[in-house]
Antibody
Framework: QVQLQESGPGLVKPSQTLSLSCTVSGGSISSGIYYWSWIRQPAGKGLEWIGR???????NYNPSLKSRVTISVDTSKNHFSLKLSSVTAADTAVYYC??????????????WGRGTLVTVSS | SSELTQDPAVSVALGQTVRITCQGDSLRSYYASWYQQKPGQAPVVVIY???NRPSGIPDRFSGSSSGNTASLTITGAQAEDEADYYCNSRDSSGNHYVFGTGTKVTVL
């Protein structure tokens, strides 16, 4: 069973770049079964999809964040990463990584990490 | 529009049935999936591909869709079903995901 674990700094200064990794265990990130997604949730608010990456490196990003987001995959380390630049307090949230798999061509978020809180503050 | 709208909160008596709806133009073209989130926990998928349940999800959860509205029904709600529920689907372009605004379900 694939499991996901987010890691990275819990505190980032305004205007800097938020960097998180998601380590995949129990399976290969190169399996081709999944896309690998990042999703975030500000405290007390709803979920926001950030973007996803495929094993090939192909990406899709939320249009509202696209100018600041980079998601990449490292098959040698079996993990994928999120970089969000020029952060502000509005980027403070719990960040989740998730697997994005297809059933009969319809994609859904199958497995989720436990999430990691990132606070943007000076 | 790329938005998915849900009622903010609904309540249901223990053992009764509750339906949670999700409205959006993109639902005319794309299926919704549904996620349950309990306080302090990551979301868990309860319905995908309109009305499929992952292993371990009770059969009291079911999904349906008509026009621009997707629905999640809990038949015989249990205390442990008290949670936030989010729908998810593609936006109108089909290239990006969007989550619904979320519904808090209270079991009385």
């Amino acid at each position: 069973q694939v499991q996901l674990q987010e890691s990275g700094p819990g505190l980032v200064k305004p205007s800097q770049t938020l960097s998180l990794s998601c380590t995949v265990s129990g399976g290969s990130i190169s399996s081709g079964i999944y896309y690998w997604s990042w999703i975030r949730q500000p405290a007390g608010k709803g979920l926001e999809w950030i973007g996803r990456v495929y094993t090939s490196g192909s990406t899709n990003y939320n249009p509202s964040l696209k100018s600041r987001v980079t998601i990449s995959v490292d098959t040698s380390k079996n993990h994928f990463s999120l970089k969000l630049s020029s952060v502000t307090a509005a980027d403070t949230a719990v960040y989740y990584c998730a697997t994005d798999r297809a059933a009969q061509g319809v994609w859904y978020f199958d497995l989720w990490g436990r999430g990691t809180l990132v606070t943007v503050s000076s | 529009s790329s938005e998915l709208t849900q009622d903010p909160a609904v309540s249901v008596a223990l053992g009764q049935t509750v339906r949670i709806t999700c409205q959006g133009d993109s639902l005319r073209s794309y299926y919704a999936s549904w996620y349950q989130q309990k306080p302090g926990q990551a979301p868990v998928v309860v319905i995908y591909l309109k009305n499929n349940r992952p292993s371990g999800i009770p059969d009291r959860f079911s999904g349906s869709s008509s026009g621009n509205t997707a629905s999640l029904t809990i038949t015989g709600a249990q205390a442990e079903d008290e949670a936030d529920y989010y729908c998810n689907s593609r936006d109108s372009s089909g290239n990006h995901y969007v989550f619904g605004t979320g519904t808090k379900v209270t079991v009385l």
